[in-house]
């Protein structure tokens, strides 16, 4: 008996401020935060919080893409000062998201069952004023739920000073837009 399986793909490309809409929606913008292995104090991150308002989710992969502009304005020292001997990646190309954590509430499989994905990408600028260069940043969010995959772009068009990945009383990931570091 052979079975016939439709593959069905849904593409939006929104453009957003801080607001996303579509299946998933939320907020999603760029901006500054510390970090204590930069040669400068501090990385250019794009930073999303999304929930999806489908069915039970199968997979997501989230990818980001940065503007070109970006690439000129990486740090060109090591975090001890000493000039970089290999070049950083093309962070204008398509680069996969992986959460860091492997066990708790900010694993991308926690993050599924509860249909609640918040991120963050960053590069290793080299000036406080990079997260303007950002401003065009694409998120593409493929996913499967019960009968389908699809995918959802979206085109960050917010620019925030400042943003901390903490988490809340119950360990779930969350973003704290601050106005300061």
Same mark, same amino acid.
């Given at each position: 008996m052979a079975r016939l399986v439709a593959l069905v793909v849904l593409t939006s490309a929104l453009a957003c401020g801080a607001d996303v809409r579509g299946p998933w929606t939320g907020t999603a913008a760029v901006a500054l935060a510390t970090s204590f292995g930069s040669p400068v104090g501090f990385v250019c991150l794009v930073a999303w919080d999304l929930s999806y308002g489908g069915g039970d989710l199968g997979d997501v992969a989230i990818d980001v893409r940065f503007p070109a502009a970006v690439q000129r304005q990486l740090v060109d020292t090591t975090p001890a000062?000493? +000039?970089m001997t290999s070049p950083w990646p093309r962070y204008d190309e398509w680069q996969a998201w992986r959460p860091l954590e492997m066990t708790g509430q900010g694993t991308l499989a926690a993050?599924? %069952?509860?249909r609640h994905v918040v991120g963050s990408m960053g590069v290793p600028c080299n000036s406080k004023s990079t +997260?303007? %260069?950002m401003i065009g940043t694409e998120l593409r969010i493929r996913w499967s739920d019960a009968s389908?995959? %699809?995918?959802?772009?979206v085109v960050v068009r917010e620019a925030r000073p400042w943003v901390r990945v903490t988490r809340n009383l119950y360990g779930d990931p969350v973003l704290d837009w601050r106005a300061t570091e």
């Open positions: 000062g000493l +000039p993050m599924i %069952a509860r +997260p303007l %260069a389908a995959r %699809a995918e959802q772009i």
